[in-house]
């Protein structure tokens, strides 16, 4: 049976949404939630009855149409009007699992209670989510700004019976799904549209998932790192807790730490060695590694606060007696945090690739190419071409998006974020960062075949489980296999602890 959560009832921190999405809970609202969407819809009708003012979104059009006015006929129409004429997005569409991660968070930033959405417009969202009900979203047509208003408009057209979900391994029309779940398509009342649409739930399902893979991958830098490292012949001394209590960076000295401990009892490293650096690839591990992984811990404060916040326009205060239009849609602060994001994660394998590069050098006794004969087999040659390919792409990518605005809707939103652009862009750098740490992984497991001593145990059973995906090279094969089961490998690999924050 699977556990509940219960939305509203804690703060949404990032380790709550891996609990939920690792451990497949299904969700519910807490009875506060409940009484404050309630309460809030309840307070909207009565102030639409009681006067004719316009309201931004809710009697008068959107964007630079807001001063027509719409009669109280007219007020559900106008919010279907909205979804279906927003939903123009365009591209490849979103993977499944960010899909899931935008319906949660749309769950959740609705359920404080300042949106004005009917009980069951919710409700049917937690179905959605409950029942793997996933809408098909598009992943372009998102400005960042007034919302995520193209995505959003494709995740919310099934609560209409139109467009298209996933649902049981298959793309079919809402329609057909809801029919088959004995589901009345929901009818919008006056707000929800508006409140469905502007949000940052787009931009944030990518910030978390993609967050949730980057302290993954840190790990993995740094084992893989420390792997190369050992196979290299390096040096320890660069990472003696002394050097890092005196620059005292908390994410250099927990890559630091993470070295020295993932090298404990390894033979290799205890042996004497005859140089007396190495390059700043291996030397500064601690140093490049670690500013990334400080880096996630502003980029998670700055979507945790996005999690926990209400997102869409206008804002209904029911004890003031307000509804205010603002921009909490706007999503600057995601737009700086995932290309900060994007540029972090790209240095990993950035200086990955140059380890990769180190090791095939027929340099500290390693054959070139890290092939017994080198000349009749390229050996490892070509792999680090591919790497070369790969880090120079994620170079293109983290050009910033969030520095980029453009006009819109007759001038009435002339400045944007372009945070979708940043979210879709940094998903592109963490999908080719595995690439690039599973093209280490190859290149440092083959190089410790050419020591006669042995590394650490810990990081001789890490090689040993991968020599089950990807054995020896002991002459020329066909390596793209390999270079792709390496990448499934660090995909697949279960950690201790699959997510590890900087404290």
């Given at each position: 049976?699977?556990?509940?959560?219960?939305?509203?009832?804690?703060?949404?921190?990032?380790?709550?949404?891996?609990?939920?999405?690792?451990?497949?809970?299904?969700?519910?609202?807490?009875?506060?939630?409940?009484?404050?969407?309630?309460?809030?819809?309840?307070?909207?009708?009565?102030?639409?009855?009681?006067?004719?003012?316009?309201?931004?979104?809710?009697?008068?059009?959107?964007?630079?149409?807001?001063?027509?006015?719409?009669?109280?006929?007219?007020?559900?129409?106008?919010?279907?009007?909205?979804?279906?004429?927003?939903?123009?997005?365009?591209?490849?569409?979103?993977?499944?699992?960010?899909?899931?991660?935008?319906?949660?968070?749309?769950?959740?930033?609705?359920?404080?209670?300042?949106?004005?959405?009917?009980?069951?417009?919710?409700?049917?969202?937690?179905?959605?989510?409950?029942?793997?009900?996933?809408?098909?979203?598009?992943?372009?047509?998102?400005?960042?700004?007034?919302?995520?208003?193209?995505?959003?408009?494709?995740?919310?057209?099934?609560?209409?019976?139109?467009?298209?979900?996933?649902?049981?391994?298959?793309?079919?029309?809402?329609a057909s799904v809801l029919k088959k779940l004995d589901l009345q398509p929901i009818t919008l009342q006056s707000k929800e549209g508006l409140a469905l649409l502007n949000g940052t739930q787009f931009m944030g399902a990518y910030g978390c998932h993609l967050l949730l893979h980057?302290?993954?991958?840190?790990?993995?830098?740094?084992?893989?790192?420390?792997?190369?490292?050992d196979a290299y012949q390096g040096l320890l001394s660069p990472f003696d807790p002394r050097i890092h209590q005196v620059r005292p960076h908390r994410g250099q000295q927990i890559v630091a730490q993470r070295v020295l401990e993932f090298l404990t009892d390894s033979p290799l490293?205890?042996?004497?060695?005859?140089?007396?650096?190495?390059?700043?690839?291996?030397?500064?591990?601690?140093?490049?590694?670690?500013?990334?992984?400080?880096?996630?811990?502003?980029?998670?404060?700055?979507?945790?606060?996005?999690?926990?916040?209400?997102?869409?326009?206008?804002?209904?205060?029911?004890?003031?007696?307000?509804?205010?239009?603002?921009?909490?849609?706007?999503?600057?602060?995601?737009?700086?945090?995932?290309?900060?994001?994007?540029i972090a994660m790209a240095e990993l394998g950035n200086i990955s690739e140059r380890r990769v590069y180190q090791l095939i050098g027929g340099k500290r006794q390693l054959p070139p190419f890290l092939v017994a004969k080198p000349g009749l087999n390229s050996g490892f040659m070509?792999?680090?071409?591919?790497?070369?390919?790969?880090?120079?792409?994620?170079?293109?990518?983290?050009?910033?998006?969030?520095?980029?605005?453009?006009?819109?809707?007759?001038?009435?939103?002339?400045?944007?974020?372009?945070?979708?652009?940043?979210?879709?862009?940094?998903?592109?750098?963490?999908?080719?960062?595995?690439?690039?740490?599973?093209?280490?992984?190859?290149?440092?497991?083959?190089?410790?075949?050419?020591?006669?001593?042995?590394?650490?145990?810990?990081?001789?059973?890490?090689?040993?489980?991968?020599?089950?995906?990807?054995?020896?090279?002991?002459?020329?094969?066909?390596?793209?296999?390999?270079?792709?089961?390496?990448?499934?490998?660090?995909?697949?690999?279960?950690?201790?602890?699959?997510?590890?924050?900087?404290?």
């Amino acid at each position: 049976m699977s556990q509940l959560f219960e939305v509203g009832s804690q703060h949404m921190s990032l380790e709550t949404l891996h609990d939920i999405v690792s451990k497949k809970k299904t969700l519910q609202l807490a009875a506060t939630a409940k009484a404050a969407i309630s309460d809030c819809r309840a307070f909207l009708d009565q102030k639409i009855d009681e006067s004719d003012t316009p309201i931004y979104g809710i009697n008068t059009g959107f964007g630079s149409l807001c001063d027509v006015s719409i009669g109280k006929q007219d007020l559900g129409q106008l919010q279907e009007n909205l979804v279906k004429s927003h939903a123009c997005g365009m591209g490849e569409t979103v993977p499944d699992e960010i899909v899931k991660l935008m319906l949660l968070l749309k769950v959740q930033s609705l359920s404080y209670g300042y949106s004005g959405v009917q009980l069951q417009t919710v409700e049917r969202l937690i179905t959605f989510f409950n029942e793997d009900i996933l809408p098909v979203v598009y992943t372009q047509g998102s400005l960042g700004a007034s919302g995520d208003l193209a995505p959003l408009a494709h995740l919310s057209l099934p609560l209409l019976g139109m467009g298209e979900v996933r649902y049981k391994g298959k793309v079919q029309s809402a329609a057909s799904v809801l029919k088959k779940l004995d589901l009345q398509p929901i009818t919008l009342q006056s707000k929800e549209g508006l409140a469905l649409l502007n949000g940052t739930q787009f931009m944030g399902a990518y910030g978390c998932h993609l967050l949730l893979h980057s302290y993954r991958l840190s790990w993995f830098a740094d084992a893989i790192g420390a792997l190369s490292l050992d196979a290299y012949q390096g040096l320890l001394s660069p990472f003696d807790p002394r050097i890092h209590q005196v620059r005292p960076h908390r994410g250099q000295q927990i890559v630091a730490q993470r070295v020295l401990e993932f090298l404990t009892d390894s033979p290799l490293a205890a042996a004497h060695k005859s140089h007396v650096q190495d390059p700043y690839s291996f030397r500064c591990m601690p140093q490049v590694h670690g500013a990334s992984l400080g880096a996630l811990k502003y980029i998670r404060d700055v979507f945790e606060t996005e999690f926990n916040s209400v997102t869409d326009n206008p804002t209904i205060f029911m004890e003031e007696g307000d509804v205010l239009s603002a921009g909490n849609f706007h999503g600057q602060p995601l737009a700086l945090a995932l290309d900060h994001l994007a540029i972090a994660m790209a240095e990993l394998g950035n200086i990955s690739e140059r380890r990769v590069y180190q090791l095939i050098g027929g340099k500290r006794q390693l054959p070139p190419f890290l092939v017994a004969k080198p000349g009749l087999n390229s050996g490892f040659m070509i792999p680090q071409y591919t790497a070369a390919s790969i880090v120079s792409q994620n170079k293109q990518y983290c050009t910033p998006a969030s520095v980029d605005s453009i006009e819109s809707s007759n001038g009435q939103e002339d400045h944007v974020s372009m945070g979708a652009n940043a979210a879709t862009k940094a998903y592109k750098v963490i999908d080719n960062l595995y690439s690039l740490l599973g093209i280490e992984l190859m290149n440092a497991s083959q190089a410790l075949y050419f020591r006669e001593l042995k590394t650490s145990p810990f990081l001789q059973d890490f090689v040993d489980t991968f020599r089950e995906a990807v054995p020896f090279v002991d002459e020329d094969r066909y390596l793209h296999e390999d270079m792709q089961a390496a990448r499934e490998f660090l995909l697949a690999t279960k950690l201790e602890r699959d997510l590890t924050l900087v404290q």
